[in-house]
Each structure stands twice: as structure tokens, then as C-alpha cells.
């Protein structure tokens, strides 16, 4: 079956700081891959998603995340932390031709001042 | 314009009755999905509508559970009986068709006493 592991539940970075949450994912073809953030109260919002066009992935606020398949990772990265990046962010695998999401346990990154 | 909306926000239930949660989707998407996230995991897959198609409850975990959508529309999630571990936040998605980008609502906080 497939999984999704977020190593590190919780991150804690300064401001201005690089920001990296891991992922790694188990299967034997490569899914449709996701990071989600999802803020106090509020649902999970799509960041960024690979979906096989290109290993380098661009997405909202600064953040992407590059897909590795020797590594079978999908990290996130921002070069610099902003206070308002501090959420809890989560990474999901979809295998084709099947809707369902799977999730990791997530990150809750804090942003030290 | 309006995001997926779930209601209620809070929900605090005793054991062994039965509670009904409900999901409003973006309008004009036809696949609505419901997810379960318990304290300190991700989040589950519980069940997959599309359009007219028989719905996907591979995720479903007793026969407690149960879910109806209204053509594409509105969409209740029931769980009869309710038990401690059915404490949760209840997520709904939404999303333009298969394989399109799954939009989140904010949750329904179930706590069952």
C-alpha cells in the first residue's frame, strides 16, 4: 500500500531562515504528489504539485519543492521564512487513476522572531 | 467566490448517539471527497463521490459510517452510534472533476464524550 512520511512533526526555523520539511513517499511508480498547508481553523490549502511534467515545482508563497525519484522524496523548501509561514503543512500522494489522497502525519513548522 | 463550507464548525455528541455532518461544495464540482484526521495523524481517506458514479467507501472504517450526496450537491456524512475513537476533525473536499485539484472546507470538530 502506499504511504507518506513527514520526517519531523514539528520544525522550528528563525525568519529569514531556509525552511525544509521532508517527505518521502513508498510506491513502486511514482504518484501525483502534493503539499497542503493548512492554517489555525481553517481547511488544508494546495501549495504546490507534482504531477510528472517537470522534478522542480513551483508554488504559492515562495515555496517548492523538487521531486527525486533515486530518493523517493518530495521536500519543500523556501529560501527564506516569513512569520506568516508558520502553519502545519502536510504532503500527499495520489496514485493514478485513483482519487484518493493519501496523507502524511504532518509538520507544524513555528517561525522564531 | 464560496469555498467548500461544512457545518457545524463544533460538534461534542455522547457516546452511542448518532451524528450527522454536512458538506457544501464548490458549486459545479462533481467529485466530493470525505477525509478524517485524528490528533496527531494525517488524514484518512473515508469515501469518494463522482457525478452519478457509485461512490468509493474503501475508506469507510465500520459499518457505522455512512455517507449520501445529493446529486451534485450538498452531501451528509452520518455516523450512527458514535464511539470515543470517532473523535476527529471531519474534513470535506471538493474538486472540478477526477484528477483535478481537491479544495478543502474548514472541518467539522467532532468530539464524542
Known sequence: AQSVTQLGSHVSVSEGALVLLRCNYSSSVPPYLFWYVQYPNQGLQLLLKYTSAATLVKGINGFEAEFKKSETSFHLTKPSAHMSDAAEYFCAAQKFGNEKLTFGTGTRLTIIP | ?113
Open chain 2, 1 to 113: 467566490g464560496a469555498g467548500v463550507s461544512q457545518s457545524p464548525s463544533n460538534k461534542v455528541t455522547e457516546k452511542g448517539k448518532d451524528v450527522e455532518l454536512r458538506c457544501d461544495p464548490i458549486s459545479g464540482h462533481t467529485a466530493l471527497y470525505w477525509y478524517r484526521q485524528r490528533l496527531g495523524q494525517g488524514l484518512e481517506f473515508l469515501i469518494y463521490f463522482q457525478g452519478n458514479s457509485a461512490p468509493d467507501k474503501s475508506g469507510l472504517p465500520s459499518d457505522r459510517f455512512s455517507a449520501e450526496r445529493t446529486g451534485e450537491s450538498v452531501s451528509t456524512l452520518t455516523i450512527q452510534r458514535t464511539q470515543q475513537e470517532d473523535s476527529a476533525v471531519y474534513l470535506c473536499a471538493s474538486s472540478a472533476r477526477q484528477g483535478y485539484e481537491q479544495y478543502f472546507g474548514p472541518g467539522t470538530r467532532l468530539t464524542v464524550t
